[in-house]
């Protein structure tokens, strides 16, 4: 062999190691991640689940992957949403759009391993056997919304003790409308107050709900916690201060923005779990072996500015027993 055609030889192979190399290399592991609200709302609760994801050993685009999907408070979509996600080569979904995404994902695959956030009770649900025993495919993170609407009822009630009429807003399309309506018009009734149902799913609704609360007498309103509406917070925050109506929230993030009062779920604890459940599944772990999780502790925030734009006095006992004040 001639010498240059043995250097042409060994270039061309050694070009080809790296080549070969690379494609014996084994592929990141895909995460989907579907949620209900918009991106931009739901960015510091993403970061939340990343942070989870990293005390297991996981870093986005470095050894694991995720596409997100999001819903944009069209419920509607979830199923499709789900699809595409179950179509992509995932090894586990994470479904966050509410109850609607859990049981698009459930309803879509029983063979991938499902990591959720629920706001009502998911035994009640049908998305799992039992919180310490899940069963099946599904494991993650009850939310408790549902129980803490009416406890939303009663703080309200102390903050506005003479409001007469109360407003409850909520998404028709969310599935816990009915059930968590039926609590909140038996808590209502037996605080002696008013309960008026406000209905708003799309961007139009809100503006129209809430321009109309004056001439219905409005006092002060409840906001149901749902992912469209903690998508809107911005919006929903600016009406309520516009309109002067005392109102109370779901999320801490609500209060942030300039809301009256919030009470709920640590959202960004909740997220942080979903993450490390994620985590523990790509290390091998099923989820029937992973307990549903249940929060422990609820935030109370008070923004005592927006309470003195509304010209309200703010108790002591309130004062006292909120986990945080802004001024």
Known sequence: ???????????????????????????MPV???LGGGAPDAFAHVVGAFRQGLYETGFAEGQNVTIEYRWAEGQYDRLPELVAELVGRPVVVIVATGGDVGVRAAKEATTALPIVFTSGSDPVAAGFVSSLNRPGGNLTGVSLFVSVLEVKKLDLLRELVPTAAVIGFLLNPNNPRA??????????????????????????????????????????????????????????????????????????????????????GTKLSDSYRQVGIYTGKILKGEKPVDLPVVQPTKFEFVINLKTAKALGLE???????RADEVIE
């Open 178 to 263: 009915d059930v968590d309506t039926a609590d909140m018009q038996a808590a209502a009734r037996a605080l002696g107050k008013q309960l008026l149902i406000l209905k708003a799913g799309s961007e139009n609704d809100l503006d129209a709900v809430l321009t109309n609360l004056a001439q219905q007498r409005v006092d002060a309103l409840v906001v149901h916690t749902e992912p469209f509406f903690l998508s809107r917070r911005d919006h929903l925050v600016e009406l309520a201060a516009r309109h002067s109506i005392p109102t109370i929230y779901g999320l801490r993030e609500f209060a942030a923005a300039g809301g009256l009062i919030s009470y």
């Open 314 to 320: 703010v108790p002591s006992t309130l004062l006292a």
């Open 31 to 33: 995460i989907g991640f």
């Open 1 to 27: 062999m001639k010498r240059r055609e043995f250097i042409t030889l060994i270039g061309g192979a050694a070009a080809a190691w790296p080549l070969a190399a690379r494609a014996e290399q084994p592929m």
